[in-house]
T-cell receptor
């Protein structure tokens, strides 16, 4: 799977939108973009994934650049409960049985 | 279904002792994964099963580690002759065959402290 680059940390005020960036300049045409988050003392939690089009679900939105070399996870109104480490991971359609590979992610702090 | 369950949540053991962790995946999921996570790092893959077959093992999985998944249901991860470097959070996850397009479901982990 191709590599991703994320900032080590970000900070947001409560009830403000948060945009978490991810660069993946070596993405291939069949790579899916997955986001997971990990709350303190919990296992990672699936957030959202997409291939080419922007995606929305109850947790977040995923905006994918037209050239697919970057993407942004959008939390529309950050709450204290959103403080977590967010991981951006690429999953190739040809990954076969290759398990998820996590980087260090972005640690999001939310300030009340 | 209440998700992926791991037991125990915490384990403190003396160096040199053996420990065993259990993971109960989501019942419909045929794939089960073990990861290890140390402070400040993302989870690192250890091994995974499809049904009862162990299909891949990481180089991180030394010969002191063994994992089983009898009958393709729950799984156990055993560490023999524990060392202080084994102190970490051990995470279990499960998925169906679409896991590479859809999500993994993780348990809350077992935190191991070797003293």
């Amino acid at each position: 799977d191709a590599k991703t680059t994320q900032p080590n940390s970000m900070e947001s005020n409560e009830e403000e939108p948060v945009h978490l960036p991810c660069n993946h300049s070596t993405i291939s045409g069949t790579d899916y973009i997955h986001w997971y988050r990990q709350l303190p003392s919990q296992g990672p939690e699936y957030v959202i994934h997409g291939l080419t089009s922007n995606v929305n679900n109850r947790m977040a939105s995923l905006a994918i650049a037209e050239d697919r070399k970057s993407s942004t996870l959008i939390l529309h109104r950050a709450t204290l409960r959103d403080a977590a480490v967010y991981y951006c991971i690429l999953r190739g359609a040809n990954s076969g049985n290759t398990p998820l590979v996590f980087g260090k992610g972005t640690r999001l702090s939310v300030i009340a | 279904d209440t998700g992926v369950s791991q037991d125990p949540r915490h384990k403190i053991t003396k160096r040199g002792q053996n420990v065993t962790f259990r993971c109960d995946p989501i019942s419909e999921h045929n794939r089960l994964y073990w990861y290890r996570q140390t402070l400040g790092q993302g989870p690192e893959f250890l091994t995974y099963f499809q049904n009862e077959a162990q299909l891949e093992k990481s180089r991180l999985l030394s010969d002191r580690f063994s994992a089983e998944r009898p009958k393709g249901s729950f799984s156990t991860l055993e560490i023999q002759r524990t060392e202080q470097g084994d102190s970490a959070m051990y995470l279990c996850a499960s998925s169906d065959d679409r896991g590479r397009r859809y999500g993994y479901t993780f348990g809350s982990g077992t935190r191991l402290t070797v003293v």
